[in-house]
């Protein structure tokens, strides 16, 4: 007597491999707690070191997400616990429908998916009362699995190391902008489409495909660039973790909508009227020479000006006002100076922070940026007592 699963077997390379479905509660049950990778050990076998934070980010997503996809796990048992026999009729086709047929008491190793596995773990252990909506929604689920028969623990630590490497994720600006699901995306997506926001040229200008446009490309900034200076805009540098960040300008333009859009595009707006970014508009310049020529091409430099915007609030200033303010900032890049003569903040504002005194090279570690926005809001601060 055997527990069988319905499935679909095939081949890569010399092994027999089984695409098939568990219901995710059963799936906790039969797969065995990982060990950690030790490469030391005789037979060497086990996975990296979970990361407690993506665990519970999928299991946040399984609790919140009614309509969830994850993909396929990758399991392995031993030719003594498993065995695949075809459909009667379908034994000789390379890919062939038919019965993985399991030994009772079986257990699966876990060769890649063990943060999803021990998400759905948390999930039944938050929601273990009878008739818990969640509960019941991963009751009536499946979760995808492709089963290798194979006790060979090296070809495991191998499995893993080539499924990562053959995978390319996509790059933060394609996937925040297919993630429609947050609100922040939304908005964004939106306003780069907007007429009134002539620095986006209805979306032309930004970078969707990259991370960061190409030192000749006509784009001007990606769509990740964006993102993050918006949402810095909004609700400052308090948040330390992506996730964090992500969870409080999505709150933030939840509750307060019509603010949070008006905040945006009097930022924009401003920022679209910074000579350097006026004179693209205008067809003076181009983005690749903005980025040449000009500071206003930094990653750095651009979240230092998005934290100073809003820490300009408590001037009394709105971020279009505060954005307005940087006009009477030299945001051209300095040249390296000579040997023994280092640059200074008559030089540049950023000098010290985000630009090296003896090179003139430009950074954009964290630390740095948030430096360089205390001086901007600093100048701020100056050309408004100033006036």
Do not use: C
Not at 161 to 183: E, F, G, H, V
Request: hydrophobic share 40%; net charge negative.
């Amino acid at each position: 007597m055997r527990l069988e699963l319905p499935g679909i077997g095939y081949q890569q390379g010399n092994r027999q491999m089984v695409v098939t479905a568990l219901n995710p509660v059963a799936l906790v049950k039969t797969v065995t707690s990982p060990d950690r990778w030790n490469p030391l050990g005789k037979q060497p076998h086990g996975n990296r070191p979970q990361d407690k934070g993506h665990r519970e980010g999928i299991a946040q997503y399984l609790e919140e997400e009614e309509n969830f996809v994850l993909g396929a796990v990758v399991l392995y048992a031993s030719p003594r616990d498993a065995m695949f026999e075809p459909a009667e009729g379908d034994s000789n086709g390379p890919v062939r429908p038919g019965t993985l047929k399991l030994e009772f008491g079986a257990e699966f190793d876990v060769g890649d998916g063990q943060h999803r596995i021990g998400a759905y773990s948390d999930v039944m252990a938050r929601h273990d009362e009878d008739g818990d909506p969640i509960l019941e929604r991963l009751r009536a689920s499946g979760q995808p699995a492709v089963v290798v028969i194979d006790d060979e623990p090296l070809h495991r630590a191998q499995d893993f190391t080539d499924l990562q490497r053959n995978a390319k994720p996509p790059s933060n600006s394609i996937a925040l902008s297919m993630d429609r699901r947050q609100p922040v995306n939304r908005m964004l997506i939106d306003l780069v489409q907007d007429a009134a926001l002539p620095v986006f040229d209805l979306g032309e200008r930004v970078e969707f495909l990259k991370d960061s446009p190409g030192k000749l490309s006509a784009k001007l900034y990606s769509f990740n660039t964006i993102r993050y200076m918006s949402g810095t805009a909004l609700i400052g540098t308090g948040q330390r973790s992506a996730r964090g960040w992500d969870k409080a300008v999505n709150a933030a333009i939840e509750e307060h909508p019509d603010a949070s859009r008006a905040g945006l595009v009097a930022f924009w707006q401003a920022f679209a009227a910074l000579p350097p970014i006026a004179a693209i508009i205008g067809g003076e310049s181009t983005p690749a020479k903005l980025r040449e020529e000009t500071l206003l091409g930094a990653a750095g430099v651009l979240y230092a000006l998005a934290a100073a915007a809003h820490e300009a609030s408590d001037v009394g200033m709105d971020l279009g006002e505060a954005v307005s303010a940087f006009q009477g900032v030299n945001f051209a890049r300095p040249a390296p100076p000579p040997q023994g003569s280092p640059l200074t903040l008559d030089d540049s504002i950023f000098v010290g922070t985000l630009i090296d005194a003896e090179t003139a090279k430009v950074g954009s570690g964290r630390p740095s940026w948030e430096a360089a926005a205390d001086h901007l809001l600093e100048a701020i601060k100056q050309m408004r007592a100033a006036a």
